[in-house]
């Protein structure tokens, strides 16, 4: 909840079987309050459970639920199989990389903002490694 206040933008990945999950929506009500519009990513499509068309009809019908604005209910969406690397615009689209994802990034994340007449500042993020532990 408290990263959603460092973030420029937001992915909302959804499992294309499960549909939207308890933590989604707490997620989604977080960020929407804050006025973003996330980029809705519909994952695992390859699944022989997958029923992306249906998933894509809960994650607007949660829209709706929350309070979206009309601006966060034309929400961008995406389809993709991560594990392979793969996200398409539409499900018909041919598998080739994650270009669209990143694509929707760029057109739809605004760039941070910044004064270049400021001194130098940084936030500074430690991430460590542990073999046992993982990260």
């Known amino acids: ?18 549909g939207p999950l308890p933590q989604t929506k707490f997620v989604l009500r977080k960020s929407l309050s804050l006025g973003y519009q996330p980029i809705v990513v519909i994952n695992k499509i390859d699944r022989k459970d997958a029923r992306p068309d249906a998933v894509l009809d809960e994650i607007f019908d949660l829209f ?11 929400f961008p969406v995406l389809y993709a199989v991560a594990v392979n690397g793969i996200a398409k615009e539409n499900l018909e689209d041919e598998d080739v990389d994650l270009a669209p994802l990143l694509d ?22 430690s991430i460590d490694w542990n073999d046992y532990v993982g990260r």
């Open 1 to 18: 909840e408290r990263i959603l206040k460092m973030v420029n933008g937001v992915i909302l990945l959804v499992d294309a079987a499960e």
């Open 64 to 74: 709706v639920m929350l309070d979206a604005t009309n601006e966060q209910l034309d």
């Open 104 to 125: 929707k990034i760029v057109e739809h994340v605004p760039a941070p903002e910044q004064n270049t007449e400021a001194k130098f500042k940084m936030l500074v993020s």
